[in-house]
């Protein structure tokens, strides 16, 4: 491995672990998460992108802060079955 290629993935390593935490301070979760906490399919999620959930982007990821997600589901008419922290 050159040394250019240990560096850009040392990088990439770095930004990893810098997004990683910002997700965490900002208190954002992935899909999985999300599935667990409002008990939905992730292909519910996905669908609902379409629709205009509220969601992050960061690095070619999707996050999604929980209590927008609850508003947005009541805004729509939507029950939650259940937030699970």
Sequence with gaps: MSLLELLDKRSHREI?????????????????TLTKAIQRSPSWIYHEVAKGIPLV?????????PADVLAWMKSRGRKQRALVK
Excluded: P
């Excluded at 810098?18 to 900002?26: E, G, I, P």
């Excluded at 982007?57 to 802060?65: E, P």
């Design 16 to 32: 990893a672990k810098r997004q990683a935490k910002t997700v965490a301070d900002l208190g954002l979760v992935d899909v999985r």
């Design 57 to 65: 982007r960061l690095g070619g990821r999707i996050y999604f802060d």
